[in-house]
């Protein structure tokens, strides 16, 4: 198993560009998180999925855009990049609500 | 709404020397605890986990946990580090019946000769 995969591992953008940061995983987990890591803060979840077709808002979503269209994808878009935006990103995914989350390497954005 | 308070931001200690990490919670419901572990340029890993049942946890290398649910706690704790343990600590809570995580800023644990 691959567990849960990221691409790209790194990117630089500039402000107002988009951008889709993909996540897969291999387990047939149904639920899936993106997270994003800022020094000092945490990790704080952007959007979920509790499995394909259903999505929702978490903690910090404005800016960001997803979709589930099968149970192994779960890509997160963002829409027009802010240097706010600049972050490492999360994707994690699990097996059953509330259990144990398994994360990907991460994405690392740069908007300048 | 669930909240996670992590202490300590930093902890360095020195190789053998005990080491407690302290994450205290927050939640009106039922939560299930994790310890997470990040080491440098690598995403998070599961170091150990309370659902139910028995309030001490084990880890494979050597951390516990225990729940304390009047004190709303799930302090980390490993009775002699090593420098392999040196890494970023994070709590998290999550609520039974919704899913979704919190989590706790982290703490950097340094271990020093």
């Known amino acids: 198993n691959a567990g849960v995969t990221q691409t790209p591992k790194f990117q630089v953008l500039k402000t107002g560009q988009s951008m889709t940061l993909q996540c897969a995983q291999d387990?047939?987990?149904?639920?899936m998180s993106w997270y994003r890591q800022d020094p000092g803060m945490g990790l704080r979840l952007i959007h979920y999925?509790?499995?394909?077709?259903?999505?929702d808002q978490g903690e910090v979503p404005n800016g960001y855009n997803v979709s589930r269209s099968t149970t192994e994808d779960f890509p997160l878009r963002l829409l027009s990049a802010a240097p706010s935006q600049t972050s490492v990103y999360f994707c994690?995914?699990?097996?059953?609500?509330?259990?144990?989350?398994?994360f990907g390497p991460g994405t690392r954005l740069t908007v300048l | 709404a669930q909240s996670v308070t992590q202490l300590d931001s930093q902890v360095p200690v020195f190789e053998e020397a005990p080491v407690e990490l302290r994450c205290n919670y927050s939640?009106?419901?039922?939560?299930?605890l994790f310890w997470y572990v990040q080491y440098p340029n690598q995403g998070l890993q599961l170091l150990l986990k309370?659902?139910?049942?028995?309030?001490l946890v084990e880890s494979i290398n050597g951390f516990e946990a225990e729940f304390n649910k009047s004190q709303t706690s799930f302090h980390l704790r490993k009775p002699s580090v090593h420098i392999s343990d040196t890494a970023e600590y994070f709590c998290?809570?999550?609520?039974?019946?919704?899913?979704?995580?919190?989590f706790g800023d982290g703490t950097t644990l340094t271990v020093k000769p």
């Open positions: 994690a995914s699990s097996y059953s609500w509330g259990d144990e989350q398994f």
């Open positions: 387990m047939n987990h149904e639920y």
């Open positions: 999925s509790v499995g394909a077709g259903i999505t």
């Open positions: 939640s009106s419901v039922s939560v299930y």
């Open positions: 309370y659902l139910s049942g028995s309030t």
């Open positions: 998290a809570v999550t609520h039974t019946n919704a899913g979704k995580s919190t």
